[in-house]
Nanobody, 115 residues
């Protein structure tokens, strides 16, 4: 059974930092293009950052310079380091793994940025 499990969310003040983790089981994450998506309250799911199998990355404009996506293939994990968090970063963050044949999602972890 394939599972992606996110962790690391929580409540943080504006300007603070969090690191999100995504652990895979029943799936070899090195074979997948991995992404972090977020869903703000009342809105659809949007891509925050992606990392391909070679380690190349891409980011939505609003997080460039603040967020860093990385992967540790030996640990079968993907990370999202989030710095200088802003209230508009609030939402549920989901891990996604995709190939041409499959797409898997975790259940999400809630990030709340508030004073």
């Amino acid at each position: 059974q394939v599972q992606l499990v996110e962790s690391g969310g929580g409540l943080v003040q504006p300007g603070g930092s969090l690191m999100l983790s995504c652990a895979g089981s029943g799936i070899r994450l090195r074979d997948y293009i991995m992404g972090w998506y977020y869903q703000a309250p009342g809105k659809g799911r949007e891509l925050v950052a992606g990392i391909n199998r070679g380690g190349g990355t891409n980011y939505r404009d609003s997080v460039k310079g603040r967020f860093t996506i990385s992967r540790d293939n030996d640990k079968n994990m993907v990370f999202l380091q989030m710095n200088d968090l802003k209230p508009e970063d609030t939402g549920v963050y989901f891990c996604n793994g995709v190939t041409s044949a499959n797409s898997y999602w975790g259940n999400g972890t809630l990030v709340t940025v508030s004073a």
